[in-house]
């Protein structure tokens, strides 16, 4: 009988563990409710850290941890903990996923908060809020924007006697000061092309004229597109940049900061790293993307969204409003996070790393594309890797390739549509 | 990333050997064996087989991103027998396969020279051989990719010095697949060892002796003794080999980076499983695929056990 009872002892434990477990977190141990905090750029930690210090100073009653997940790991992790019930009350979420979370009813719509508390939503770029809208109803928040410019390192540079990148540069003064600053003997590239859709592949599509995404078509197999695809390709086949294989190893930043590669493109988010790394960071220098048939570059922005499974959404609200707010991008500017979107908070930014011209980041503004995306985006993206993979290890073949791309992502968004 | 089960051999002498226990009363002693079986029975049937059966009915239903999901019947199935990407991604897996497998002559020939007598520190080589394969896969993966490196590699270093061009082994198609084939030998080995060198061990000396009275050498001897007697154990070694191989995801989940752009040309059944499963909200397809490598891996194992009779012999 004692026996009896100690095995179902044994048995219960576990679950009964779980149960608390459970209800810890739910609970508001001594007096506060903790909400969790889902992001994924450790760049950025302390620099929340400072914002959330400042929420919690206001808010006594409620504190926010933060859960760092790393980026490659992120959107399956949530999806993983959204099914399962444990995903963090408040999380960063981008333009590729919206559509899908929001469809699938897992975010709790912010339109009836936004109007009751007199949210300044309508302070942050409308293209950006736009993107974090589904059907009518707005479902996140803008916290930053970024777009992508033209890093250069000033003393390969000046060794190679080339003038600075400018505001005036154009597709034709990239390929030559390539050419020029390309070094075998040193193993310095001119240019790094690597194969990334937001800061290499969609800037130069449209540059080129062309477009990702319009109408529900894939613009892959346009031409003006093939012909920003072949910018890249080009310099990778004249030796110009590394192939993407090598790129796989050492990504292009690390080559920039390492002086091995002259140009890059960036986003502006990892500003900050460049700015830590203390090899480039009194002759780094950044200018708007070069000019190619057009002006282009690519805007995107994270949004703070609330978990529709969330059991403390009053808190969760509390947070994101506060988010949304002039105070809380005023410190993350200053911090030197990122370009806060509210408006008219970006000189602190600017401010936070002055040996960087990061101005040039926000000039782009009013020629910004927004970055592209479907209901089922990833299905498409994750087509291209593979496909354009080849190519840009310097095996050519652009062309076919990118029609071939083209008409599956054809495929892929007639059957989301299905 | 690999089960240990005991060897067939060995469980079928087990159970020859106690023909006793079939002969005693039934009733309290029976009882208790089920008592002690039955939390692997439970394990088993919640861990595994009812897994199965929901994989199986979920291959015929299209799923929503968080759940939920509807019957549609055999259109998964038709997907994946249609999808290019399957076809590449089974011939990649059928190439780990073939090089896992070489993982066993290795292993053999290692073990017949750790048996021989009078030779000591064999407990040493033993673990120096077996720590690759008890080391985490993400580590072995790591290590690798920093070894295989393009532009700071050691292999490309040591290339060099022979004069040999410098490669990026694990982002280059025509060579990435065998870049990781080598490391599932590599890290695998160990286990194949240390399984053989207990089979060998169980061949009776008097065999050896005898043999050597006649004039056999070591190498007749290897080739007329020693493989004959093991082939019980090479037989239960290459099942598990083949269906270890043909599960083959975490070296490639950690040594091929998204933008690699040889990922098409290395990646596996299971790693495309994973990534329709949880990248890309295609769980009833994933499930359809998953099923058909369970498929196939129950044909190439009863191949396996049909060809038996040819080449195992049961001392």
Redesign the interface.
Known sequence: MRRRTLLYGAMAAPLLAACSGQSDDGKQSGGRTTLSYGVWDVAQVPGLQKVIDAFEKENPGISVRMELTPWSSYWTTLKTAMRGGTAPDVFWMNAVNLQLYASSGVLEPLSGHIKSDATPLDRHPESLAKIYAYQGTQYGIPKDFDTIGLWYNKALFDKAGIKYPDTTWTWDDVRDAAAELTNPRERVHGMAAEMDRQGQLYPAIHGAGGYVLKDGKSGFGDERSIEGLRYWTDMIDRGWSPPQSAMVESKARNRFWSEKAAMVYEISAFSGQYYAVPAIKDHAGVTVLPKGRERATIIHGLANVISAKSRKKAAAWEFVHFMAGRKAAEIQASAGVTISSYEGTQDAWFKSMPEFDLKRFVDMLEYAVPYPSSKNTAVWENLQYPLLGSAFSGKGGIESAARTLGEQMDRALKEERA | MMSVFPSTAAAKKASRGSPSAAAAPKSRGQRAAYLFIAPLGIGFAVFYFWPLLQTFYYSFTEF????GHTWIGTDNYVRVLKDV?VWQALGNTLIYCVIGLLALPLAIFVAALLNRRGLRGVSVYRALYFIPFVTLPVAVGLVW?WLY???YGLINEVLEWFGADRR?W????STAVYAIGTVMVWSTTGYYLIIFMAGIKGIPQDYYEAAELDGAGPLRRFFTITLPLLSPTIFFASIICMINSLQTFDLIYIMM????????DTQSVVSLFY?WA?????QGAAAALAFLLMLIIAALTLVQFRLQKRWVHYA
Do not use: L, Q, R
Request: aromatic content about 10%; proline content about 7%; cysteine-free.
């Open positions: 929503g991103a968080f759940g990407t990719n490196n393009g532009d990026y694990v982002s280059d198609p980076a998204e933008k690699n752009p040889a990922i098409g990534k949880f990248v890309e909200n295609a």
